[in-house]
């Protein structure tokens, strides 16, 4: 039996409420919403299906300390009195988000310094190398959390932020993110019992989440790393089999999705998402304006994401 510990889920301003709802629904207990975030009760497996499964989960991060600090000596000496080698070894990378708010730390970027050179001081003393920096795909990505005196070190099983499916190789300006595009489709109480209706659809975000959610498509599906694949408790069989058991609910829709757009460049770019998506016989893309559009017979719903200043 796996222990349960807290686990805190981000997502975009308004959405707490439905990443709530999905991450109850993958059976987490405990769920109390913060803003822009969600914290429960869970285990590792929760945390593998909350990566895979949630379509309004941007990171998942377990928390791993707490301390009070009221100065960036005192943070550093905090920091120290962990034992890192324990979690990282000097051919690995790490890097460390900073979140600081209140009247003791005014600088985010100069505590996540503190905070570093504490953790590569460690290494040095005892190994004279230090293991290296990396901010685009580190080993192990730590989340520094400050409010006030109070101190949250994090980890961030995610790495990369959830809303970067893997489907979307081109953008259009402005696009919509994948997160508040899934968010504002199950907002909108569609139940994938009808046609749905993109004609300003850019990059073919909001259809392609449409047809993701309609046919139960993972939001992990089309993603190759998340962060806890380089932690050393990193569970291959349990993830294969959360993998399986989630993609064996993936279903055909019966009703029609339509993605439409006056840009041709709009239209391409599209058109290419949704074929590396593998999706181009579930999402009809078409070059039209929306006063010229009909819409397909049996009623439906329409989102659109209007070009940003006109709207």
Same mark, same amino acid.
């Given at each position: ?15 707490? #409420? ?62 120290? #009195? ?42 040095? #003393? ?118 399986? #058991? ?66």
């Amino acid at each position: 039996m796996q222990d349960n510990y807290q686990l805190i889920t981000k997502t975009a301003a308004g959405l707490e #409420e439905v990443l709530a709802r999905e991450i109850k629904a993958l059976g987490a207990k405990n769920v109390r919403l913060m803003h822009r975030a969600v914290i429960c009760e869970g285990n590792k497996e929760l945390m593998y299906r909350i990566n895979y499964e949630v379509r309004t989960a941007l990171k998942v991060l377990k928390p791993f300390k707490t301390f009070f600090a009221k100065n960036e000596d005192d943070l550093y000496k905090k920091v120290q #009195e962990i034992n890192w080698m324990e979690l990282i070894r000097t051919d690995q990378t790490f890097c460390i988000d900073t979140v600081a708010t209140g009247r003791f730390f005014t600088h985010s970027q100069y505590a996540g310094l503190k905070m570093k050179d504490a953790i590569v001081d460690q290494f040095r #003393e005892v190994y004279g190398i230090r293991p290296s920096i990396n901010t685009l795909n580190p080993d192990l990505r730590i989340n520094l959390h400050i409010r006030e005196d109070k101190v949250t070190l994090l980890f961030d099983s995610s790495n990369e932020s959830l809303h970067h499916r893997g489907y979307r190789k081109q953008v259009d300006k402005a696009p919509m993110n994948e997160v508040l595009a899934a968010g504002l489709i199950q907002l909108s109480g569609w139940q994938a019992d009808c046609n749905f209706i993109d004609c300003m659809c850019g990059s073919g975000t909001l259809p392609i989440e449409a047809a993701m959610f309609a046919m139960k498509i993972p939001p992990g599906y089309y993603r190759k790393q998340w962060g806890f694949m380089k932690w050393d408790d990193y569970d291959a069989e349990l993830w294969e089999r959360i993998r399986k #058991e989630a993609d064996a609910k993936i279903c055909d829709f019966d009703h029609e999705i339509w993605a439409s757009d006056r840009s041709p460049k709009a239209v391409a770019i599209a058109e290419g998402n949704v074929k590396y998506a593998h999706l181009q016989h579930d999402i009809h893309v078409m070059k039209k304006d929306m006063h010229d559009l009909t819409p397909p017979g049996g009623g439906g719903i329409m989102i659109i994401n209007p070009p940003y200043g006109d709207r």
